[in-house]
């Protein structure tokens, strides 16, 4: 079977597409799949660049085997020691036994602690290249882009940049592989839900790697996930650059708890009344059925943000809570918000909010709206006003 799929002469795409895994981390759910992206140059020297998580080993082999046609590999390169990215590198080690692993000190006291391996080191520091014969890598380290350990590697003479999970987007790759080739549209939410709850956290670490690579000549972006970017690879970079530096689009992310539909009557009002201040972008979502990862997603899109709760035990409603601690865990910056919510006997809900989102520094834009098990007549009021100020706020953004 041909499975080989070229990039440029002597190198080649051999990622996997991964399907059956439910939640990426454990955590963050896959309804369309993920890719653990991979690359081979074939040049006099052979390189594999970065590996697949252990679940994919038998089809990433294959492919390996197919492309290498009898030759051998004689350098890995890895950018990246997250397991979805280094779970098979005990596998091409025992396939390879001669190749020699490239990283920088701190992948390689990763690799140590995860895997036990500390022989046929090639240890490299920040700019330095290897020569492969036609073609040339140089070294970018850009920690915490995911890890402390994560590093790009540029190919000097085609000019393609292997950027580990930057530029990477959960989806996996049904047939097409490069951005030309795929409905990009369908992948770009994706990615942003990718970035904003894998690598959103830090945003300035990523502003510091795009300013550090920001100068090559760069013709293709070929992260570990996603789609290959060689037709226009501006764009991927356009957008990292944005949602890193936080910018925002006009428009309203109302998230509430609810157990008997008083908080959720309280969000329709309010959306209604924003509705009424000419804003189209609001997205109502429940905390109950709603992952939190698709909640930060749209958070990281709007400036926007209003949260209600009931009251639970004389705290916040605990679906709500999960979402407002990711929120708190994710230090997403220049965002307002407005907050809402009922209380039965004793409050606690609203108050849990305003004091876990004041550690984000977001500026409130009005009061928050509390009321005894239903909104009455003033309340509903209040509500208006919270979405007027709202309103009146992310317009002047
Ligand atoms: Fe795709 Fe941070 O691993």
Redesign the pocket.
Known sequence: MDTILKITDGIYYVGVNDRDTHLF?NMWPLPKGVT?NSYIIKDEKNVLIDTVKISKVNAFIEKIYDILDGGKLDYLVIN?M????SGAIETIMHEFPEMKIVGNKKTFEFLKALYDIEDNLYEIKDGDEIDLGKHKLKFFLTPMV??PE?MMTYEITDKIIFT??AF?GFGSLDGGVFDDEVDIEYYENEIRRYYSN??GKFGPMVQRAMKKVGGLDIEIVAP??GPVWRSNPGRILELYDKWSKYETEEGVVIVYGTMYGNTEKMADYIARCLADEGIKNIRVMNSSNTHESYIINEIWRFKGVILGTNTYNNDIFPPMEKVIINLAHKGIKNRVFGVFGTYGWSGGGVKGIVEYINKNKWEMVADPVEVQFSAKEESYEKLRELAKAMAKRIKEN
Do not use: A, F, Q, S
């Not at 997250?82 to 990215?85: A, C, G, N, V």
């Open positions: 981390e653990y990246h997250e397991p979805d990215h995911h890890w994560t580990g999970d990477g894998i690598v570990t996930h």
